[in-house]
């Protein structure tokens, strides 16, 4: 029998819907999933356990008296602790912030109270939200649900664990350079990073960026879809986003997939050149040629965003500039590293050195805009390495190439990010090593519903072949190591700060 925690977000609204199941045993199957699981992974560092049995209590009544009609009324939320929640501890994953309780909602949580989701609790993240392995030295580390020592991805690894187990139905992240992606493929889950502006974002520093993006993650492509309508709803706050556009929400609700026949796939390995394992070449490759014994049509690219790398670290000290430099004399010698190095790139960084960036950034975006002239989507590697140790903050080279910074091995993620095209991760079986192996989904832009259609055609393409679906993590392995996610995650995050400095 499936617990109500493993349904997916989609049949959950419908059951509750039917009144087949209640909130209040939808978030007590959830809770209950967090007392079994999160000892071990540590993806949920805040349980808002009594509000949110208050909530579902209320929900509960409120469809017995003919409301609760809303997009993910009574869906327990998880909320990544980079976003303000009322009444509940946001720490942004430092000790700074350990006593931080919001008076007020960030734009993301009220658009998902407004849509009826019940916040379930906080969920992990590298301190500050900067890097990509989850790990701080206020919480601790998050487990990979497939192998808890082993990283989960950062920076919404809290999120994407929460998730894949259950603890959640749903849950919110945010995307730098791969920061909602590289979890999700790492978890076995679906994370979407849409077209900039299409998520409201109103505590951005820099009014006009590909940068600081929020958005959802899910067990499926269509429970994707619902957060996001939900979560790109235009309300107040999304007025002070200077980046939101008009759009039809109701596009992302009841994908209708198109024949997998009908469609032409531009792929590419490494984007030209950039740091791509043989591991991931090879996992990659028997993909692409499924889906080609499946009758899609597969298009060699030949598309160079090798110096999309630069830019990306030219752009991010930037923006790093901007959003720190109020704060970060206050910061000690063991905060994140990842902070330090970025910020001391921009006060290195002439104007001339950011123009430049900005000037290729466009050749870049209009290079690679170009390509969806020939094909339907493109599609790439996830990440460039399967999961490593977490007591390691990035790994530490690639087929025998050392990685010089916490940005070098996610080329993949942040060419994407620097040409600003909508992009989902999409989980495509497990790998060699008994990993979720995932894949990235680009579409034109503005063209955020059609992706999510062409991906749910590829979602139903994998899920029917064994080999390319992605079985739910193991509690019975989970419970049954420990890997001291907490402790020793703690020690691991200061003492790489420390020898990073």
Not at 136 to 161: E, K, M
Not at 295 to 321: H, M
Not at 359 to 380: G, H, N, S, Y
Not at 400 to 417: F, I, Q, R
Request: contains cysteine; proline residues 6%.
């Amino acid at each position: 029998m499936t617990d109500p925690c493993d349904l997916t977000a989609v049949e959950a609204r419908q059951a509750i819907l039917d009144k087949a199941l209640s909130p209040v045993e939808l978030v007590d199957s959830c809770l209950e999933r967090i007392e079994e699981l999160n000892p071990t992974l540590n993806a949920v560092v805040t349980v808002a356990k009594e509000s949110a049995q208050e909530e579902a209590l209320r929900a509960e009544k409120d469809l017995q008296r003919g409301l609760g009609d809303g997009l993910l009324h009574g869906l327990p939320v998880a909320i990544k602790d980079l976003q303000d929640t009322k009444g509940i501890a946001t720490t942004y994953g430092t000790a700074f912030y350990k006593n931080h309780v919001p008076k007020r909602d960030a734009g993301i949580v009220a658009r998902v109270r407004a849509a009826g989701g019940i916040i379930i609790g906080k969920t992990n993240i590298p301190e500050m939200s900067i890097g990509a392995n989850t790990v701080n030295r206020l919480f601790g580390a998050t487990g990979n649900p497939y192998a808890p020592h082993l990283t989960c991805g950062g920076s919404s690894g809290g999120s994407a664990v929460a998730v894949a187990t259950g603890m959640a139905t749903l849950a919110t992240g945010s995307d730098h350079g791969g920061s909602l992606r590289i979890p999700a493929c790492f978890s076995g889950i679906v994370g979407h990073r849409a077209t900039p502006g299409t998520v409201p974002h109103e505590g951005r520093t820099i009014t006009q960026t590909n940068y600081s993006l929020q958005g959802p993650m899910a067990r499926t492509v269509g429970d994707v879809g619902l957060l996001l309508a939900a979560i790109s709803t235009r309300d107040r706050s999304s007025q002070l986003d200077p980046m939101s556009f008009p759009l039809d929400t109701n596009s992302y609700l009841n994908l209708e997939p198109p024949s997998i026949r009908g469609l032409k796939f531009g792929v590419t390995y490494d984007f030209g050149g950039l740091l791509v394992s043989e591991h991931v070449r090879r996992e990659f490759e028997a993909r692409v040629s499924y889906l080609k014994s499946c009758g899609a049509e597969i298009v060699d690219l030949s598309i160079d965003l090798t110096d999309a790398v630069e830019v990306d670290w030219q752009l991010r000290a930037d923006i790093f500039a901007t959003q720190y430099h109020r704060e970060i004399d206050g910061f000690d010698e063991t905060f994140n590293p990842n902070v330090f190095s970025s910020y001391e790139t921009a006060l290195a960084t002439t104007v001339l050195d950011i123009a430049r960036a900005r000037r290729k950034q466009i050749d870049l975006f209009r290079a690679f805009a170009a390509l969806f002239d020939e094909v339907d989507a493109v599609l790439c590697p996830g990440v460039s390495v399967g999961p490593f140790p977490w007591s390691d903050l990035h790994p530490l080279e690639v087929d025998g190439v050392p990685v010089e910074n916490y940005m070098a091995w996610l080329g993949l993620t942040s060419c994407l990010t620097v040409v600003g095209h909508p992009v989902l991760a999409l989980p495509a079986g497990l790998d060699a090593d008994g990993m979720p192996f995932g894949i990235q989904c680009v579409g034109p832009m503005y063209q955020d519903s059609s992706l999510l259609a062409m991906a749910t055609c590829l979602e139903n393409a994998f899920r029917a072949d064994p080999t390319y679906a992605v079985p739910r993590p193991n509690s019975e392995l989970i419970c049954s190591v420990d890997p001291g996610c907490r402790d020793l995650g703690r020690a691991a995050a200061v003492a790489a700060a420390r020898a990073d400095q």
